[in-house]
C-alpha cells in the first residue's frame, strides 16, 4: 500500500488545530475574567 | 498544580510524537498511514474516559448536589466533545486511503457519531437554561442517559459485521498481539493525550468556578 503521507499529516494537523484551539479558547476565558475581575465595582 | 500538568502533557505530546515518527516501524500492510492510529486511538480512549467521568459526576451531583461535581461534569463533558470531534476527524481520514471512503454508515462510526452528538446537545441544553440548578439537574440526567452509548460503541465492533477493525487494546479476554515498539508508541501517546485531558478539565473546572463567582 502507498505510504499516504499527505494523510498522516493532515490527521495531525486537525488534531494539532483542534486541541490547540481549544487550549487558546481557554486562554481567552480566562483573560475576559480577570478583565472583568479588574473592572471597579459601580457604587449602588 | 495545573500548570505541571500543562507541562507534563506537553512533554508527553513531543515524546509521543518522537515515539511515533521515529521510534515506531512502518507499519507491513497499511504503511506509514497507520501512524494515525498514534492520534486516533488515544484521542478515542480521552473520549470514553471524558465521558465515564461525566456519567460519574452526575450520578453525584444528583445525589448531593455538589456544585464541583457539576462543574466537573461540564468541564469533562466540554473537553470530551473536543476529543470525539478529533476522534472522527481522524479515523475519516485514516478511513479514505485503508477503506476507500471517508464515511460510512457501519455501527461503530454511527454510534460514535450519535455520542458526539448527544454531548453537543449536552453543552447545548447547559447554554439554554438560565436558571442554574435546573439547568444542572437536567443536564446531569442527560449525561447519565448519554453513557449508555459509550459500551454500544466499545462493542459495536463485536456485535456487528463493521468495517472498523476491532479494538487496538481493551479486548475482551484477550491480550494485545501488537509488535513492543508499536505497542510502546501507543501507550506514551495514550498517557500524553490523557494528560491533556486532565489539564484541559482542571483548567476549564477553575474557570467555571471563577465564572459563577463573578455572576453570583
Redesign the interface.
Known sequence: ?????S??I???A??AI??GG??RR?AR??RD?ER??ARPRRPR | MTRVLGWLAAAGLVIGLVMAFIVAPRELTQGHVQRIMYVHVPTAWVAYLAFGVVFVASVVYLARRSETADRLAHASAEVGVVFTGVTIASGSIWGKPTWGTWWTWDARLTSVAILFVMYLGYLLLRGMIDERERGARYAAVLGIIAALDIPLVHFSVYWWRTLHQPPSLMKPGGASTMPAPIMAALLINLVAFTLLYAYFVARRTRLLARQQQALA
Open positions: 500500500m502507498a505510504d499516504n503521507w494523510f498522516v493532515a490527521a495531525y486537525i488534531a483542534a486541541l481549544y487550549w481557554l476565558l480566562e475574567v472583568r475581575d
